[in-house]
């Protein structure tokens, strides 16, 4: 299945009529911004990352972060995607300079008088996007449950091979940088590393930086 965008079968012109329906606050924000945070606690906006990238991080209670996720363009965030546990607290932060789209839950729920096609249509999107969303959930826990650092890797890149555009050599571009990968996997980076350079020596993978083949 393809990755559904929110605003997926919606033309331009629906999305003109949608604006006084759903009342949207654009944002911008600088690399390295925090663009909201928030805990489990209530519904209320979702977020649509218009332009640029950022990233999802959980904090627990002893002040530990957790990568769970990357977002880039058409991506979408806040708290109705959020996991259900207390004293934890989401971080979504802006890896480049972003734009971002607010909506109130509320307003996407209930329908205009109107029942205007394009709002049913952006409902079955946002249905679809938060199953979605539960299946890259379910590979992330699937990933951390591996045994090793290997097998951690190993998943992650055979996952990402499938999805990911390979080139005429076999060789696909992870999305996130090395570090975020090490936080993604809840690893040591040094130790990854070490781990990258002997699945090499063993035949298992090519690849510098954030290219891989798998062999």
């Known amino acids: 299945m393809d990755k559904r965008q929110i605003l997926y079968n919606i033309s331009p012109e629906s999305l003109d009529k949608m604006i006084p329906c759903f009342k949207p606050v654009y944002k911008k924000y600088m690399a390295g911004e925090t663009i909201i945070s928030y805990t489990y606690d209530h519904v209320g906006q979702v977020a649509v990352l218009r332009k640029g990238a950022a990233k999802l991080e959980i904090l627990n209670s002893d002040g530990e972060t957790f990568l769970l996720e990357h977002y880039s363009g058409g991506d979408i965030f806040g708290e109705f995607f959020s996991l259900p546990i207390d004293n934890y607290e989401y971080l979504v932060t802006a890896l480049e300079n972003s734009e971002v789209i607010y909506i109130d839950y509320e307003h996407i729920i209930?329908?205009?008088?109107?029942?205007?096609?394009?709002?049913?249509?952006?409902?079955?999107?946002?249905?679809?996007?938060?199953?979605?969303?539960?299946?890259?959930?379910?590979?992330?826990i699937s990933i951390l449950g591996q045994s090793s650092t290997r097998s951690k890797l190993l998943a992650y890149l055979k996952y990402i091979s499938g999805i990911s555009s390979v080139d005429s050599d076999g060789y696909f571009t992870i999305p996130m940088k090395l570090t975020d990968l090490a936080k993604y996997l809840h690893v040591d980076r040094s130790a990854m590393m070490r781990e990258i350079r002997q699945m090499k020596a063993d035949g298992l993978i090519e690849g510098k930086n954030r290219k891989f083949k798998l062999k």
């Open 110 to 140: 209930k329908p205009c008088e109107n029942l205007c096609e394009h709002h049913s249509q952006l409902i079955s999107n946002l249905f679809i996007m938060s199953a979605q969303k539960s299946q890259e959930l379910s590979l992330h």
